[in-house]
């Protein structure tokens, strides 16, 4: 620890809030001020583990603000938020072993199945109880995959570590990413920070405290897709995104209070929209509910 007193800073150390007179060597050479500071070498070591995750994020944005600073891949797009893309790695391989929907090796991420689908009947196939069966399995592995991912999560991580995170446990469990080259996705799941509504794109941002963080999973096993999201707080969130997390998770309550035989979809959308709007939030209406088998 550097034994220079520091003035008008008070302990990082949860709990303690005593005036700082150490600050961490660490964070000194990489430049942070916000979270640098103890009052003591006991503080300091009781809350290093936690600490040193700020070194790596510094080190992290470090390297990767000299990728992004040119990084621009829609020219004259207007953005409505604080939000920018970064790159993104290349896309990863799945072993030819585990079976895969058809659009994973079509050139364009085509599925020939669905489109057939779309054009020949508008009629939602009624599955057997042995599909029924099939169908839960798959989604008991979507849920593994998920929590997987939710284990992982931490300021400083990026959404791209997260989906590498997917993909092998994916592989682990021989499913099948739904999302990857669907129509050419390139990522095998969707995280969606802050403002993005859906089907974010991983990249290299790292998250930040603060951020609100999406992440949709999809996985495809024995012929049928699962598909189910959540939404996680990233360190300190604002009470204004902590209460728009919770309305979306207040409409899914009443939606699933209404499944069953002989409900109309409709009936669920009203149910849901009148929650958000009696909450102060609206539904996004460019964007609706999909089938997945």
Not at 8 to 33: A, D, F, M, Q, Y
Not at 211 to 223: A, E, M, P
Request: charged share 25%.
């Amino acid at each position: 620890m550097a034994a220079a007193v520091v003035e008008e800073h008070l302990c990082v150390t949860p709990n303690c809030g005593g005036k700082s007179k150490l600050r961490c060597p660490n964070c000194v050479k990489l430049g942070i001020l916000d979270g640098s500071y103890f009052c003591s070498q006991d503080c300091f070591k009781s809350y290093w583990q936690e600490h040193k995750r700020i070194h790596v994020q510094a080190k992290t944005s470090t390297s990767t603000n000299e990728l992004v600073e040119n990084y621009n891949p829609w020219p004259g797009f207007h953005f409505t938020g604080k939000l920018r893309p970064y790159p993104q790695t290349s896309r990863r391989l799945v072993p030819p072993n585990i079976p895969r929907p058809d659009y994973a090796d079509d050139p364009k991420g085509r599925s020939k199945s669905e489109e057939g689908e779309k054009s020949s009947s508008s009629t939602i196939r009624i599955l057997t109880e042995d599909e029924q069966d099939l169908l839960r399995d798959t989604c008991k592995l979507g849920r593994i995959v998920l929590d997987e991912a939710a284990r992982s999560l931490r300021i400083g991580m990026t959404t791209e570590e997260i989906d590498r995170i997917v993909h092998e446990c994916c592989v682990d469990n021989e499913c099948y990413p739904s999302p990857l080259n669907y129509y050419e996705f390139p990522k095998s799941c969707c995280t969606s920070v802050n403002e993005v509504i859906c089907h974010g794109i991983p990249d290299l941002r790292p998250l930040q405290d603060g951020d609100i963080l999406n992440i949709d999973i999809s996985v495809y096993k024995q012929g049928f897709h699962s598909d189910l999201n959540e939404t996680f707080l990233i360190g300190n969130v604002d009470q204004k995104s902590r209460d728009l997390v919770r309305t979306s998770y207040g409409c899914l309550e009443k939606a699933m209070e209404m499944i069953r035989p002989g409900t109309k979809y409709r009936d669920i959308g009203n149910e849901i929209q009148k929650h958000a709007t009696a909450n102060g939030c609206s539904v996004v209406r460019s964007y609706c509910g999909h089938g997945i088998h």
